[in-house]
């Protein structure tokens, strides 16, 4: 869980520096997957992650921890004060590193906002590999076992981003531990490794890094229209809750969305009537990456992309979803070799 330096790093500022702001200082038991109040009995199990307030119950879902949240705790990098009144008001327990936290477990309760992570001498920028262009570079990765291998100029050739980007995505990758380099000259093999723990990263930086600048807008349509629509999947693609509705037939969409190229929008609205409005149940959302490299699954997006929208969605049944997707389309991509 705990395998890259950069999230021990941001686990152990977090420690010292709610113990520096509360006087308790947490213990790590449980093989480092669990922190716990030392002269009590008080275990908390441990979860590593990021993003905002959606995200953080997304992940916690995910990984069968919403239902008890007495008995959780989640580790952040930083963690907002108005985010801080959220988490204690939803019940989830946390820490940051900024020594930020809420501990509800009676007679213990400990609520800290307001501290800023620069104060406790931790870096907490984001690294090109989560930003907008570098995660087009991820999305192609992940879902192209291998791709990683390939020079740098057929990556940015098959991304369509800049060869100097390819080789800063590549470094982060190593130094954050996602990319294992062996051998030398012709022998030299670079590999994926932690992907689940990636895909988690990949997930949420999608949802507030570039997701948001890829909304085309939203529109509204006839009740159902898109039960009978048709796509041209050479032009515009079903992901979201439309797609993993057809992916496991469990979810009925309150959200249409459709990926589809920007210059390409009156394919979607002409034929099928749809109207603009900033309340509509359908968003288009533009296309960031190549179909020759990630080709369409039929009229839908890639699973992986299809579980990346229902996550940020934070709604439970979409990740519950999501959950279906990722063991059926997407435990064979980040399974280990």
């Not at 939803?90 to 906002?113: C, E, H, S, T, W």
């Not at 380099?181 to 949802?207: C, S, Y």
Request: aromatic share 6%.
């Amino acid at each position: 869980m705990l395998a890259n330096k950069q999230t021990k790093q941001i686990l152990k500022v977090a420690r010292d520096a709610f113990a520096e702001q509360t006087g308790v200082r947490l213990e790590l038991g449980g093989a480092g997957r669990s922190l716990k109040v030392p002269g009590t009995d008080i275990e908390l199990n441990l979860l590593l992650a990021e993003g905002g307030l959606a995200m953080v119950k997304a992940m916690l879902a995910l990984h069968r921890r919403g239902e008890n949240l007495n008995h959780q705790i989640v580790v952040l990098p930083q963690v907002a004060a108005t985010m801080a009144d959220e988490l204690r008001q939803d019940g989830i327990q946390f820490i940051d590193a900024a020594g930020n936290g809420f501990i509800n477990r009676p007679p213990l309760y400990l609520f800290v906002k307001g501290n800023k992570a620069a104060k406790v001498g931790i870096t907490l920028a984001t690294p090109r590999a989560f930003k907008q262009t570098g995660l087009r570079v991820l999305y192609a990765l992940l879902c192209t076992p291998g791709l990683e291998n390939e020079t740098y100029r057929a990556i940015a050739e098959k991304t369509r981003v800049a060869l100097g980007m390819v080789n800063w995505v590549v470094k982060d990758l190593q130094q954050l531990g996602f990319l294992l380099e062996t051998g030398t000259g012709r022998a030299r093999q670079l590999r994926l490794i932690e992907k689940e723990r990636l895909l988690e990263r990949w997930v949420t930086a999608f949802a507030e890094q570039l997701r948001p600048k890829l909304l085309l807008g939203r529109y509204r349509g006839a009740e159902g229209w898109w039960h009978t629509a048709k796509l041209n999947p050479e032009l515009a693609l079903w992901g979201g809750e439309v797609a993993a509705a057809r992916l496991t037939d469990y979810l009925k969409p309150q959200l249409v969305t459709i990926y589809v190229d920007k210059d390409q929008i009156g394919t979607v609205l002409l034929p099928n009537r749809l109207k603009k409005d900033p309340e509509g149940e359908v968003e288009l959302v533009a296309r960031f990456w190549q179909p020759a490299t990630i080709p369409a699954r039929g009229d839908m997006v890639h699973p992986l992309l299809v579980y990346a929208d229902l996550m940020a969605t934070g709604n439970q049944r979409n990740i519950e979803t999501a959950r279906m997707i990722y063991d059926q389309h997407i435990l064979q991509l980040v399974r280990e070799d």
